[in-house]
């Protein structure tokens, strides 16, 4: 089984451009969350999709950041304008059922500079 | 909300010897504590839960406790190896929640 694909591993932008990071989770996993660690901190919480639907985005920081799941296959996160404040490991991670109660695989992260 | 809070930050450990992370979290109403582990380059793995109904569970070298009137729930891996060597981060969350949420992390080196 293909775990949780995620892509750039990497992306270097200066401030003021647009990043767009992709999620493909595992197949058939309908629940699908986005996570953000900054500077060594706590693994943050930023949204969850279940399937198509934004079930929770309450942790999303701001309206620069937007969340899309294309008819509930993988996801993308868009952030524009980027700004220094947003460097961070992005996770996304997917499971079978909500609640976070059965566990998250979760995929290697992209790693975003802002310079 | 949930907050979890982990210590030590930073743990460095002979080889062979024991090492334990504590962690404590704030909404009596969490039910579920799963402990990832962080190895370079990669997404966190779940290694270990443990549920509100049960005090203690062992899993080879590594066993979780809890204590829900403290709201402590503890990771203890015996005979530690180098390739223990990672961040581990614990987490607390409840059926209800749609999301799990995570303590700052341990950094965990092991010594050979």
């Known amino acids: 089984e293909a775990g949780v694909t995620q892509f750039p591993s990497h992306s270097v932008i200066e401030k003021g451009q647009t990043v767009t990071l992709r999620c493909d989770p595992i197949?058939?996993?309908?629940?699908l969350y986005w996570y953000r660690r900054v500077m060594g901190k706590e693994i943050k919480f930023l949204l969850h999709f279940v399937k198509e639907s934004k079930q929770d985005e309450s942790g999303m920081p701001n309206n620069r950041f937007l969340a899309e799941r294309t008819g509930g296959t993988y996801s993308t996160l868009k952030v524009q304008p980027a700004e220094l404040e947003d460097s961070g490991v992005y996770f996304c991670?997917?499971?079978?059922?909500?609640?976070?109660?059965?566990?998250?695989?979760f995929g290697s992260g992209t790693r975003l500079t802002v310079v | 909300g949930e907050n979890v809070e982990q210590h030590p930050s930073t743990l460095s450990v002979q080889e062979g010897d024991s090492a334990v992370i504590k962690c404590t979290y704030s909404d009596s109403a969490s039910n579920y504590f799963p402990w990832y582990k962080q190895e370079l380059g990669k997404g966190p793995q779940l290694i270990i839960d443990?549920?509100?109904?049960?005090g203690e569970k062992k899993d080879q070298r590594i066993a979780v406790t809890l204590n829900k009137t403290a709201k402590h729930f503890s990771l203890h891996i015996t005979e530690t190896q180098p390739e223990d060597s990672a961040v581990y981060f614990c987490?607390?969350?409840?059926?209800?929640?749609?999301?799990?949420?995570f303590g700052p992390g341990t950094s965990l080196s092991v010594i050979p």
């Open positions: 987490a607390a969350s409840t059926a209800s929640y749609d999301k799990v949420i």
């Open positions: 991670a997917s499971s079978p059922r909500g609640g976070g109660y059965y566990g998250y695989t």
């Open positions: 443990i549920r509100s109904n049960v």
């Open positions: 197949s058939g996993h309908d629940n």
